[in-house]
């Protein structure tokens, strides 16, 4: 027999080779698992940074007007420094050209040159405030795009309270009067924002001015209306009319009168009572005498829980007060109120949804209300606004659905007010101040009063003005990737 | 030569057959290498696989906890700073693996 002189080689080494592919094939399996793991990780956190991003940009631009600018702001969320605090940069770009047509390879350009976990525009599109945020993890980064339009500042895209004096129709003011903040109108005639005389010449508003949609604006001289602004036309008309809420039933044969149980008539006789639960009452009254105070506490329970109190009669005087207990929220139904009112005067002037009341009496003249809330007045008659005898002093919001007059001739609050009043006439008089933003259907002052613009979006709480444009559901978020 | 026994046929040794000790020897030592380097490899791929799933499967709960706000998240209070103007809000981190970190900003409500 021949010798097969280092075939048992040959086969250790075939073995050894095929050994060496089956380890080879392990490693390359394992190593893509390893891989798989890593890259998961990595979009993970990317994902967290470009949801932080939107964070971000969202708190960054309820702060900031966005003018026509693309705001682009970029740094480390991990880089934390010796405070624990985040610096983060912003570079504001034109909304033209490229950034306008093209921001997403933009925003991916910018981001691969900084180099930085989080890369995030913000910019303006019409009412909708956009944003478009890149997280970046390693070598993988992930986007997502979020479009909001706030409830509180619009109703199908309007926004609200973005002026001192809004009206549908004319603003007439006063000869010596003070408007710090724009003004604007639905009206298409130049002479709608005019002086108390009829001309305007010298109107000395302190803001811009804005006209109705397709206003000729040709030969207007801007400075007979505003002090250093711009005069231009909307580009949409404002319907605040048709985003007036609905004012709600409490009527005897309504349903809200059926749930609740009918608890007769409550007495708050200088002395304190609470009420710990939803009713209707017939009357409640909350009386002092000489200096004794009468105090009714109604305990609005847990956060997210509404205290419902329908009443007929409220009657209560300067010696006596409601106030609120708990961490949830009041709707008070009310019919007539007498006397002088004070509900929840030391609450938060920021949580002014912590108390709603809704008024369906004919008239509120001979009421005195002192108020740190909502006032809804349905249709009232005989509204004045202000802190003498009579008046409604409102710290928070005013709805009134009526068209009656609503009228100023003292400070109503120094605190803002945010005055709802869609097709109503306001009339302010005297040395009257008014801190906030006034929307009527015409504006007419005499004398020498202010208008001092208070952002209510920005001084009330995020969740405060969601009862205008239908609680809002006009209002969404957008999330996307 | 051997004289052969009647009845017995006689097979001649052939020296030159089969395969040598050395071969053999070197042989069974590639290959002895070639298993245990396998082994090895295998050991290692089934500690790095289960490593990765463990790594994999810990990542998916900790990001839900994170989303849902647990009580395993820890917060805290960070101002952000962009050019002149601060924000408020909460760094939320969590713990994954052995001494990985999620972290998420949150604008005050």
């Not at chain 1, 027999?1 to 250790?12: E, N, P, V």
């Not at chain 1, 909307?234 to 149980?261: G, H, Q, V």
């Not at chain 1, 009357?283 to 109190?309: F, P, Y």
Request: glycine content about 10%; proline content about 2%; overall charge negative.
């Amino acid at each position: 027999m021949k010798r097969k002189s280092g075939i048992i080689l040959g086969i250790a080494l075939i073995m050894f080779l095929v050994i060496s592919i089956i380890g080879a094939a392990l490693i390359t399996i394992v190593m893509g698992r390893a891989k798989q793991t890593n890259d998961l990780e990595k979009r993970t956190q990317a994902y967290f940074f470009a949801k932080s991003g939107v964070e971000i940009a969202r708190e960054y631009f309820e702060n900031t007007n966005l003018q026509n600018k693309i705001h682009v702001i970029y740094g480390d969320l991990s880089n934390e420094d010796e405070n624990g605090d985040i610096s983060l940069s912003v570079s504001k770009e034109d909304n033209t050209g490229d950034w306008k047509s093209n921001i997403r390879e933009k925003l991916e350009e910018f981001r691969i040159q900084q180099g930085k976990e989080i890369t995030v525009a913000v910019w303006k599109d019409s009412e909708k405030t956009r944003i478009l945020s890149t997280g970046c993890a390693g070598d993988f980064s992930r986007v997502i795009t979020f479009e909001l339009m706030l409830a509180g500042n619009s109703g199908g895209g309007v926004p609200v309270f973005d002026m001192a004096i809004f009206a549908n129709d004319t603003v007439s003011i006063g000869s010596s009067q003070t408007i710090e903040g724009n003004v604007g109108t639905n009206a298409t005639d130049t002479s709608a924002i005019r002086s108390q005389g009829g001309g305007n010449k010298d109107l000395k508003i302190d803001g811009e001015v804005f006209f109705g949609p397709g206003t000729d604006l040709e030969g207007i001289d801007p400075k007979e209306y505003t002090k250093d602004g711009t005069v231009s036309a909307l580009e949409d008309p404002r319907d605040y009319e048709a985003m007036l809420p609905k004012f709600p039933d409490f009527s005897e044969s309504s349903n809200l009168r059926e749930e609740l149980i009918d608890r007769g008539t409550l007495k708050v006789l200088e002395s304190s009572k609470s009420i710990n639960e939803d009713g209707y009452y017939e009357t409640i009254e909350v009386k002092g005498k000489n200096k004794k105070e009468a105090k009714l506490i109604i305990d609005t329970g847990s956060e997210g829980d509404v205290r419902k109190i329908v009443v007929d009669k409220l009657e209560i005087n300067s010696d006596a007060s409601i106030e609120l207990s708990g961490e949830g929220k009041l709707n008070l139904y009310v019919n007539s109120i007498s006397g002088s009112a004070s509900i929840n005067v030391l609450g938060d002037k920021k949580e002014i949804d912590r108390v709603v009341v809704y008024y369906s009496g004919n008239s509120l003249k001979n009421v005195d209300l002192d108020l740190v809330g909502t006032l809804f007045i349905d249709s009232a008659s005989d509204i004045a606004l202000g802190q003498g005898n009579n008046e409604l002093k409102v710290s928070g919001l005013i709805i009134y659905g009526g068209n009656g007059e609503v009228s100023m001739k003292g400070t109503p609050q120094v605190s803002t007010t945010a005055l709802f009043a869609p097709k109503a006439t306001v009339i302010m008089s005297g040395t009257a101040d008014f801190y906030g933003a006034i929307v009527c259907n015409k504006y007419l002052a005499n004398g020498n009063p202010g208008v001092i613009y208070r952002n209510a979006g920005e001084v009330f709480s995020e969740t405060s003005l969601e009862i205008i444009a239908g609680d809002g559901d006009e209002a969404y978020e957008l999330w996307g990737e | 030569m051997l004289n052969h026994k009647p009845g017995f046929t006689r097979v001649d040794f052939d020296h030159r057959m089969g395969f040598s000790l050395v071969e053999v020897l070197i042989a069974l030592l590639i290959i002895i290498i070639s298993v245990v380097s396998l082994l090895n490899f295998l050991v290692t791929s089934l500690q790095v696989n289960y490593t990765s799933s463990e790594i994999s499967e810990d990542l998916l709960n900790k990001s839900g906890n994170l989303e849902a706000r647990t009580q395993a998240v820890q917060t805290t209070t960070v101002k952000v700073t962009i050019d002149d103007k601060e924000l408020s809000g909460t760094l939320y981190e969590i713990e994954y693996g052995k001494n990985k970190r999620l972290i998420e900003f949150s604008r005050s409500q």
